[in-house]
């Protein structure tokens, strides 16, 4: 069973504040990693795609890097802004399937 | 662009029933998949499909059924709704293969009574 983690579960910060999550995946058999943004009762967004070690891809204040050797992504959220509030999920792309992580939900408060 | 295109968006369904949830894509991809979200589980895969007439389980497809006969559809049958399928469904699909973006439907809510 392929195990795709995330932590922190939650996080709230202010706003401004900058903040970063972890995503942990099998290290072998790495195909690509994926990064969604999901605000509730939305469909999830895709944000980054990313397929090869040491991988950087950024989008306006979100940024992203990629470690395969070790298994992990993180994303970084520059100066976060309410409209940023959502949950983050990572998935593991394996052979033909997507594996998600349970994400990090995020809320920035005023 | 209409995308990926689920139906129904909510149904309330008592123990024992049967429905399906339609899912259509107009992009041609080839990889379809349906998934549940259930709170503090994330996204679980349920079954997929790789291309028409392909079909394959994920990791929690017991309880429900899928069939590719086109390239545009995938619905998801339930046989016999139970009470621990109440959930948000979600259809996705993509162009295939590791770095495609995956796009997904607006998700159906299902409550099983």
């Known amino acids: ?110 | 662009n209409a995308g990926v295109t689920q139906t129904p968006k909510f149904q309330v369904l008592k123990t024992g029933q049967s429905m399906t949830l339609q899912c259509a894509q107009d992009m041609n991809h080839e990889y379809m998949s349906w998934y549940r979200q259930d709170p503090g589980m994330g996204l679980r895969l349920i079954h997929y499909s790789v291309g028409a007439g392909i079909t394959d389980q994920g990791e929690v497809p017991n309880g429900y059924n899928v069939s590719r006969s086109t390239t545009e559809d995938f619905p998801l049958r339930l046989l016999s709704a139970a009470p621990s399928q109440t959930s948000v469904y979600f259809c996705a699909s993509t162009r295939g293969g590791d770095g495609n973006t995956i796009y997904f439907g607006e998700g159906s809510w299902l409550t099983v009574v």
């Not at chain 1, 397929?51 to 204040?61: A, F, Y």
């Not at chain 1, 298994?71 to 052979?95: H, M, R, V």
Request: net charge neutral; aromatic share 14%; with cysteine.
């Open chain 1, 1 to 110: 069973i392929l195990n795709v983690e995330q932590s922190p579960q939650s996080l709230h910060v202010q706003e401004g504040d900058s903040t970063n999550f972890t995503c942990s995946f099998p290290s072998s058999n790495f195909y690509a990693l994926h990064w969604y943004r999901w605000e509730t009762a939305k469909s999830p967004e895709a944000l980054f795609v990313m397929t090869l070690n040491g991988d950087e891809k950024k989008k306006g204040r979100i940024s992203a890097t990629l470690n395969t050797k070790e298994g992990y992504s993180y994303l970084y959220i520059k100066g976060s802004q309410p409209e940023d509030s959502a949950t983050y999920l990572c998935a593991f792309y394996n052979t033909d399937k997507l594996i998600f992580g349970t994400g990090t939900r995020l809320q920035v408060f005023p």
